[in-house]
Nanobody, 120 residues
Framework: QVQLVESGGGLVQAGGSLRLSCTASGNIFSINVMAWYRQAPGKQRELVATITSGGRTNYADSVKGRFTISRDNARSTAYLQMNSVKPEDTAVYYC??????????????WGQGTQVTVSS
């Protein structure tokens, strides 16, 4: 199995910055895509950003130009640099990884989430 642990959430003022980290551990053969999702109270979980093992990235329109996803493959870690945050960025942020535990078993794994609260 693969475990994902997020860190870096907290309270930040609007216009400020925050950096989230997500580290994968366990029986990892390789990791394809890592992603960040978020879920605000009363709303559905939404995709924030994705990054492939080769570094190709994709962002939700709402965070383009403000958030940057990156990853360190050697550390099985993904990051989300959040700049110019807005109150509407307040949510629980979840990390996910599409990972192989051997050469043929591919599955999606999720972290427990980290709270980000942006004050106005």
């Amino acid at each position: 199995q693969v475990q994902l642990v997020e860190s870096g959430g907290g309270l930040v003022q609007a216009g400020g910055s925050l950096r989230l980290s997500c580290t994968a551990s366990g029986n990892i053969f390789s990791i394809n895509v890592m992603a960040w999702y978020r879920q605000a109270p009363g709303k559905q979980r939404e995709l924030v950003a994705t990054i492939t093992s080769g570094g190709r990235t994709n962002y939700a329109d709402s965070v383009k130009g403000r958030f940057t996803i990156s990853r360190d493959n050697a550390r099985s870690t993904a990051y989300l640099q959040m700049n110019s945050v807005k109150p509407e960025d307040t949510a629980v942020y979840y990390c996910s990884a599409e990972a192989y535990v051997n050469s043929y078993e591919l599955a999606d794994y999720w972290g427990q989430g980290t709270q980000v609260t942006v004050s106005s």
